[in-house]
């Protein structure tokens, strides 16, 4: 299966997020909110389910509110993700797209396959800035 990467030639990356606005842990990741994106690290061994879903829903309402925002999910760590998940993703208006993080080729391939699932951009990226470079291209553009 051939993965295919997002790259951003915009050099304006000098702005890149050190420190996240507000940093929340939850009994199966680890969340860091910026001004539109939020980077979540899920924990080992999850089974990423509707439920998980529901929650970061809830919890993203919450800090974003009608503003849109783009989820990077950082996936540094072995789960799972029930692909069922993505069906449910387009009843958030104000989700604006999805950004998968990996170092590691396999975890890559699994995002792939899960990119045909979701109603929202998915792109897959081996490093933190292009992803948020990406996602901060796409909450501008909306």
């Known amino acids: 299966m051939e993965v295919q990467f997002f ?3 915009n050099k304006w990356l000098s702005f890149i ?6 940093t929340k842990k ?7 909110f910026y001004d539109s994106v939020v ?12 439920e998980h879903v529901n929650e970061l829903r809830q919890i993203c309402s919450e800090h974003f509110g009608d503003k849109g925002y783009v989820y990077i999910t950082n996936r540094k ?4 993700v029930n692909p069922v998940i993505y069906i ?11 950004a998968v993080i990996s170092q590691k080729m396999e975890r890559l391939q699994t995002a792939n396959f899960e990119k045909k699932f ?3 951009p998915y792109e897959l990226f081996q490093n933190r800035e292009e992803a948020i470079a990406w996602a901060q291209s796409l ?3 909306n």
Do not use: C, R, W
Request: proline residues 4%.
């Open 88 to 98: 449910d993703l387009i009843q958030t208006n104000t989700l604006k797209g999805i």
């Open 118 to 120: 979701s109603p929202v």
């Open 17 to 22: 997020m050190t420190l996240p606005l507000k």
């Open 139 to 141: 909450v501008s553009a």
């Open 26 to 32: 939850l009994s199966f990741t680890t969340l860091e």
């Open 77 to 80: 760590n072995n789960y799972n």
């Open 39 to 50: 980077v979540s690290t899920i924990k080992e061994d999850i089974v990423f389910d509707q």
């Open 7 to 9: 790259h951003s030639s």
